[in-house]
């Protein structure tokens, strides 16, 4: 059954089945992960994207909430050769449009050769390929999506409770659920903050750690979150994770750059320079950090060589480009954690400049 399409900014034009109805468009993109559609589906890193699983089946072990990185489903829609009904129900009481019988492994060689593209969805019984290809013709980059942050960050700062053993002030430009999670569980107070909140919002946590999250989007228009981790750089630890490593090299004076594709899965191999190990890691950007300024790259992506680890001693800097909280993927880089809050007990906390 046709009563859905996909198109695309090359032109081409996919015919498929809707499995949640609604029309759409976003910057397509995909994941390799096999496992952990439910925590894709919910990381804010995925907003104003289309979402397209590799892996051919999706929702083989149904839905459960506990997963979820976030209170709804983030990306702008959701592609996949098939969806169990689980899934489609959920994204469908989402309002979250949803496809599938087509080939996506086209769509993902697509991507790979031509690089994360424009594309429209249009599903249900009255759609038209004329649809899809009107939303996708509104569809806009990434870049330009400047204020993506209030889309995904709390509105009102919240305290999650560790035991106060360290206070982090966590800046919430689209966190993972499960990166506060860590955080609380080794003893911290996690206060989160809206992802523009000030460097005077931040010293009034009075806290050990200043913690840039993760998100969607270009790190240039996070120009808040670059303010608060250059006022605190040298001052009080600072760590950061995909996103925010972005933001931080950004904020000393290095800068990003757009990737062809963007590295999205459970399986990205990356190395550490000094020791020469590699950990499997969980990873969604599609942004990069083409000069890491007064940063050491300490850690490499096995495949392309681009930064997977920033830091600074005389800083007290630690960040990561990989997800190490591993929701979902593999639990080989979980000891980051650890490591950011060692940061903690090296220096006192002390007021923005």
């Known amino acids: 059954m046709t009563d859905a399409y996909l198109a695309l900014e090359d032109g081409r034009v996919f015919e498929a089945r809707a499995r949640a109805p609604g029309q759409t468009r976003g910057e397509l993109v995909f994941t390799t992960a096999y496992t ?11 907003a104003q994207q289309v979402l397209t699983f590799s892996y051919p089946l999706i929702g083989n072990y149904g839905v459960r909430d506990e997963r979820f990185e976030s209170d709804h489903v983030q990306p702008s829609a959701a592609i996949a050769r098939e969806f169990t009904d689980d899934v489609a129900d959920w994204l469908a ?86 990166i506060i999670e860590n955080l609380t569980a080794r003893g911290a107070d996690v206060h989160v903050l809206p992802y523009d909140a000030t460097p005077e919002a931040v010293s009034a946590v009075n806290p050990d750690v200043v ?7 270009d790190p240039e228009n996070f120009e808040a979150a670059q303010t608060v981790a250059e006022a605190f750089a040298g001052d009080v630890p600072l760590a950061g994770i995909c996103l925010g490593q972005q933001i931080v090299a950004s904020a000393l004076g290095g800068s990003t750059e757009k990737m062809a594709f963007g590295h999205r899965g459970v399986n990205q191999p990356v190395r550490d320079l000094e020791t020469n190990r590699v950990v499997m890691t969980t990873q969604n950007h599609g942004y990069t950090v083409a000069d890491p300024g007064p940063l ?8 392309d060589d681009t930064p997977e680890g920033l830091d600074s001693e005389d800083l007290d800097i630690i960040t990561r480009q990989y997800h190490p909280e591993a929701n979902p993927g593999p639990n080989d880089s979980l000891d980051f954690f650890d490591d950011v809050l060692d940061l903690a007990t090296s220096r006192s906390p002390v007021t923005a400049d």
């Open 36 to 46: 952990g559609y439910e925590e894709s589906l919910t990381d804010p890193s995925y």
């Open 93 to 178: 009481s989402e309002g979250v449009p949803a496809i599938d019988h087509l080939d996506t492994r086209e769509i993902v060689t697509s991507v790979r050769e031509e690089g994360a593209m424009a594309c429209g969805i249009a599903a249900g019984e009255d759609a038209t390929p004329e649809d899809a290809v009107a939303e996708m013709e509104a569809c806009v980059p990434m870049s330009d999506h400047t204020d993506i942050g209030a889309e995904v960050s709390v509105d009102e700062p919240e305290v999650h409770d560790g035991g106060g053993d360290y206070t982090v002030a966590l800046l919430d430009c689209g966190a993972k659920g499960s």
């Open 211 to 217: 913690f840039v999250s993760n998100g969607p989007g």
């Open 296 to 303: 050491e790259v300490t850690q490499v992506n096995v495949n």
